[in-house]
Nanobody, 122 residues
């Protein structure tokens, strides 16, 4: 079992940057592939980015490719999402997610954080 707590959300102007963090409890963080999802008001929760257990593999939604970077520090039990060149359409609640299998974390995570709000003003 792993518990996830996101932080780092806030209000930023278009073109700005934010870094989200997700701290995981437990000593098995390195066993989990990690992901980020987001949900805008009135819309479904969408995949944003994923990273493998070792950090050697990453994948991104087309909408954020080239602007967002996912990374992890297994010594700190933390996964990050660096968001650059933010756009108003990036406004959403961002959720951290975990699954023991890298492919599955992009589709059906087993564990979710509570979410952190990101608002991008135009």
């Amino acid at each position: 079992q792993v518990q996830l707590v996101e932080s780092g959300g806030g209000l930023v102007q278009a073109g700005g940057s934010l870094r989200l963090s997700c701290a995981a409890s437990g000593r098995t963080f390195s066993s989990y592939a990690m992901g980020w999802f987001r949900q805008a008001p009135g819309k479904e929760r969408d995949f944003v980015a994923a990273i493998s257990r070792s950090g050697t593999s990453t994948s991104y939604a087309d909408s954020v490719k080239g602007r967002f970077i996912i990374s992890r520090d297994n010594a700190k039990n933390t996964v990050y999402l660096q968001m650059n060149s933010l756009k108003p359409e990036d406004t959403a609640v961002y959720y951290c997610a975990a699954n023991l299998v890298y492919i599955n974390v992009k589709v059906t995570p087993d564990h979710w954080g509570q979410g952190t709000q990101v608002t991008v003003s135009s």
